[in-house]
């Protein structure tokens, strides 16, 4: 946590600032109401007015130089001075310090912070001041003694002499001609004469269509005769032109003329107006300072600002260059507590603006920003950034959308950075779903984008991600949750300029988000509720399961074996949804499970031939909402309706539309990915013998579109169901569990016994329970006949069939009916001859080949082998747990009491990777691990490979290999994992069940293996 002070510790605000008390007229005060009284305190009491004003430069010469033209005191440059300011810049603040300083400066305080007292003039001074914002040509402005004055000269001629002056130039003023300079000099008297001017361009506006041109240009040359040929006499005026003579105000052409006129004047005359700038630009933030703070701790800032440094060093590869400059944080003392950014955007964006005022503006904005950071005291203000501009408040949204008029911005500010109505705008709904107890990051983001959008030119509209992070970084701030907010607005935000090159800045039109998001609120419901129905029976159609889509009951889930596979229940997601802890099957769900027939009377037979699929209730909006999203894609792809968007919108459009399908079958298999399948331990108290299984998100969003790929996937995890590659259950489990514990079964029987049973798997293929046949003929466990056919251990494996006429029997059963073993003709022939090679014909398996783990032809059954003289070796096959305990209990049943090493040969790729990183964690043994295999892409490549070393470095080709396989459309893996123990492994039963533990306990129980020990 950072140590570094606050603002609210190093600075105090003015009064009227803290309080919220300032109103727009304290920063927009008007000469004439200075001098007529009706200003405000701040402005019309001179020692409130100079305690506020910084002492600029350029205001401290405009002080000098015209005071002691007036009191004859120094050396007066020149009678004429000209104020060149943008519009805000300062001019009538400098102004309003003149005249205070000329009539009132020696009761002023601090006034030595301006100007020498020296140079101030003693006595009376006649001030006469002429605003043409105020000026009334056609009708007159009310002066006071029923005298109303349509000139500057008819004003002036009042103010200096009363009544009596005006009627001096009565005439002229009447007849709007402008009076002569010996008229004007007969104003003055004998005391000291100050004449401003201020705002001639706007006046020259009003009687454009009256002559005013010439009148005015005669009279300024009339004025500054006068003024020249009295020596403590002067005249002030501004005109807003730049350097090169270019008007910067609204009223840019008429100062263009006025600026002419002057310059035309001064050649004529060889006299030159003393051109001053009240408020230079490096000076603007000590004005700010002074008018805004009462207190300021210097020396406190130093340890923020080096704070500042020291992050922008750190960062200095990932930020803007003004972060890499060492004169920024000279800048910043000099600033503090405005950070940089904040004075650079409103002095070099903000004020390019027609309406905005500069000083003035920025004054406006920063007092009612001050206001709200004291009021509400964020926890980041070490400074003040751009960020604090809050348009969430609306006094600082007013300041930008009224009167620098840009209302077109509103619907932006609403929708995206702070609305006006109560709802969350967008920046606000992502601090409350993504930063909760962090900084507002989303609101930070959007503000710092808007302020840096409002510009005049297109240039320099907008910023940077890495100008964004320079101006929000602080102690406070982290750079990758900026970086996070950035993403996630410029993803959302229905108006930020969506052109591929743009910067980050706002539109005041809706971008494509917004286009979208509308089109999505004209899909019509039931459109798509249709097309959403339609998406999800397609994607969970497929070739393993039997899909029934939306069942109202069980009337609509036959009992049956049907085509032979088992049946894919969808639910519909408007009758079922599960949350995130499940504690009972829901009602539908179990009433489709245990019952069957029109009325739901009857129970239902092939219980375990029924899986379910249920909608996430979480996941409900966004599946909806991604088949709307596609519908408004698709609308807008129609070819009238690419033609309304611009260029780089329509290409955005068609790379949508692309992506919408699979975004569509993503979010609908993201949904549906509660699993519902037939267990003997059912959810929660187990009433219904359904378990229940999440797919996970990632594992849901592969392969968009094959919706029982994941369910094949899930079961499969949970042990629960066999494909045509799978091992299948050990033919003792099988025994034991069916019917066929009672000696004898028809293979259909059995068949159908795995629909019935919850305990059992489910199996996709007969081919699983072949192999199961199989494997229990060879580890003589079952005899198999067919007619007249017996098949035994030992004898050639024939094709079984899975049907009423084929029958599996126990051994036990078998021996004590006389079945087996079969009468042997010509025993000692076949005893003398060569044995006949194994022949499997017909074929096994109906895919014409043996599957991976299997031998064609018999397979001794798990025994204790001789490796050579001095090794013996145990094996046993069968799902891991039980392989290992039968190589256990065969070493111990010959009083043996270690083994030397135990290995574990892995037929599945799956298991394989499973149990590699389960090796490592075995303790007390040298592992070795060897893998061999190939696969095939989805587009024919090809890749062989074999390793032998260490489980770490196995982990690491592990890591590689498992999704190749995944992905793989054919494949083969052989793999062995073998434990060398120095002085033997104990095959006691509590130390070898640990053993087995270690190796099951994560999920690998399933795997069926070949188990051996050695013991040397």
């Not at 911005?409 to 702070?418: R, S, W």
């Not at 069942?551 to 995130?580: E, H, N, Q, R």
Request: with cysteine.
């Amino acid at each position: 946590m950072t140590t570094q002070p606050t603002i609210f510790s190093l600075c105090t605000p003015q009064d009227d600032v803290l309080k919220g008390a300032v109103s727009d007229s304290d920063f927009a005060a008007k000469l004439s109401h200075v001098l007529n009284g009706k200003a405000s305190p701040d402005y019309r009491k001179p020692e409130r007015f100079f305690a506020n004003t910084y002492p600029t430069e350029g205001l401290k010469e405009l002080i000098a130089n015209v005071c002691a033209r007036l009191s004859g005191r120094g050396d007066a440059v020149s009678s004429v001075f000209r104020l060149d300011t943008s519009f805000g810049g300062g001019k009538t603040h400098g102004l309003i310090a003149l005249v205070h300083a000329a009539k009132s400066g020696r009761s002023v305080p601090n006034i030595a912070e301006f100007v020498d007292p020296y140079r101030l003039p003693d006595g009376e001074v006649r001030i006469a001041a002429f605003d043409g914002e105020d000026a009334d040509p056609a009708n007159g402005r009310p002066m006071g003694d029923g005298v109303r004055a349509r000139t500057p000269w008819g004003e002036i001629a009042f103010q200096l002499a009363r009544k009596p002056g005006f009627e001096i130039v009565r005439r002229s003023d009447e007849e709007m001609v402008a009076p002569g300079a010996d008229t004007i000099a007969e104003l003055f008297g004998s005391d000291p004469v100050l004449v401003v001017l201020d705002e001639m361009g706007e006046y020259l506006r009003r009687v454009q269509h009256m002559g005013g041109r010439d009148q005015l240009t005669a009279f300024l040359k009339a004025l500054f005769t006068a003024v020249e040929g009295n020596p403590r006499a002067a005249v002030v005026f501004t005109l807003a032109v730049r350097a090169d003579g270019k008007g910067v105000d609204a009223f840019a052409e008429e100062n263009e003329f006025l600026a002419n006129a002057m310059a035309e004047l001064e050649s004529v005359s060889g006299r030159k107006a003393t051109n001053l700038n009240p408020t230079k630009d490096d000076e603007t933030e000590k004005v700010l300072r002074r008018r805004l703070f009462s207190r300021i701790d210097d020396s406190g800032a130093a340890e923020v600002v080096e704070a500042y440094r020291e992050i922008w060093n750190r960062d200095r590869n990932s930020l803007s260059e003004p972060a890499r400059r060492p004169e920024t944080s000279k800048e910043f003392a000099e600033s503090y507590p405005f950070h940089p950014d904040l004075l650079d955007t409103l002095k070099d964006k903000t004020a390019t603006l027609a309406n905005f005022q500069r000083v003035r503006g920025m004054l406006r904005i920063l007092a009612k920003t001050i206001a709200v950071m004291w009021a509400r005291r964020p926890s980041d203000a070490y400074a003040i950034h751009v960020h604090h501009l809050d348009l969430g408040d609306e006094a600082i949204r007013r300041e930008f959308t009224t009167r620098l008029q840009q209302q077109a911005f509103i619907p932006a500010i609403n929708n995206d950075i702070a609305s006006a109505d109560g709802k969350q705008a967008l920046a606000q709904e992502l601090d409350a779903k993504h930063y909760g107890g962090l900084l507002p990051y989303g609101s930070y983001v959007a503000r710092t984008i808007f302020v840096h959008t409002l510009a005049f030119n297109n240039d320099l509209k907008g910023l940077t991600p890495e100008h964004l992070r320079y101006s929000l970084l602080g102690p406070g701030a982290d750079a990758a949750f900026v970086d996070d907010a950035r993403t996630k607005f410029r993803a959302q935000s229905a108006y930020l300029d969506d052109r591929p090159t743009a910067p980050l800045r706002f539109s005041a039109e809706a971008n494509l988000t917004q286009i979208i998001g509308r089109e999505e609120r004209n899909v019509d419901p039931g459109d798509a509720r249709t097309q959403l129905n339609d998406r999800i029976k397609d994607i969970f159609k497929g070739d393993s399961f039997e899909m029934v889509a939306f069942p109202g009951g069980p009337w609509d889930v036959s009992d049956d074996v049907g085509d032979g596979k088992p049946k894919l229940v969808v639910m519909s997601y408007d009758a079922v949804d599960i949350g995130s802890n499940l504690q009972a099957v829901p009602d539908l769900v179990a009433k489709i499970f245990e019952r069957k027939n029109a009325d739901g009377s009857g129970l239902r037979s092939l219980r375990n031939n029924v899986v379910f699929v249920v909608a996430d209730d979480a996941r409900l909006s966004d599946m909806k909402r991604s088949i709307q999203r596609r519908l408004a894609l698709l609308e807008l792809k129609r070819p009238e309706r690419l033609n309304e968007l611009a260029d780089h919108q329509r290409e955005k459009i068609l790379e949508l539309e692309k992506r919408a399908e699979t975004e569509v079958a993503i979010s609908i298999q993201q949904c549906f990915r509660h699993v519902l399948y037939p267990a003997k331990n059912g959810v929660g108290e187990g009433a219904v013998q359904l378990a229940h299984s999440v797919i996970d998100i990632q594992n849901a969003s592969e392969k968009p579109g094959s919706g029982q790929t994941q369910v094949v996937r899930q079961l499969q995890a949970q042990a629960k169901l066999r494909s045509a590659t799978d091992q299948p259950d050990s033919p003792s489990y099988i025994r034991d569990r069916t019917p066929l514990k009672k000696g004898q079964i028809t293979t259909q029987d059995l068949r159908d016994e795995f629909r019935r049973d919850p305990g059992l798997a489910i199996l996709l293929s007969d081919d699983v329970l072949r192999k199961a046949i199989v494997k229990g003929i060879e580890e003589g466990t079952y005899i198999y006949r067919r007619g007249a056919l017996v098949a035994g251990q030992g004898d050639p494996i024939p094709s079984i069939q899975i049907d009423a006429e084929s029958v599996v029997f126990t051994m036990d059963f078998a021996k004590s009916s006389g079945i087996w073993p079969r009468p042997a003709p010509h025993r000692e022939a076949a005893a003398t001859a060569a044995p006949d090679p194994v022949v499997v014909s017909p074929p096994l398996f109906s895919s014409g080949s043996a599957p991976s783990g299997f031998r064609e032809g018999p397979i001794a059954a798990p025994t204790t082998e001789a490796a050579d003289d001095d090794v013996r070796r145990f094996v046993a096959e069968g799902v891991l747990k039980e392989a290992l305990r039968r190589v256990f209990e065969q070493v111990r049943s010959v009083r043996i009491e270690r083994v030397d090493t135990l290995s574990i040969r892995v037929f599945e790729f799956a298991d394989a990777f499973r149990l590699i990183p389960l090796a490592s964690g075995i303790s007390g043994a040298r592992k070795t691990i060897e893998i061999s295999g190939e696969f095939f892409t989805v587009d024919d490549s090809h890749m062989e490979f074999e390793f032998s070393g260490t489980a770490k470095d196995a982990g690491l080709i592990k890591e590689y290999l498992e999704p190749q396989f995944r992905a793989a459309k054919e494949s083969e893996l052989k793999s062995r994992i073998e434990f060398a123990f120095d002085g033997g492994m104990s095959v006691e039963e509590t130390v070898a069940e640990a053993f087995i533990e270690k190796l099951t306990k994560f999920g690998s129980a399933t795997a069926f293996v070949e188990a051996s020990a050695e013991v040397k």
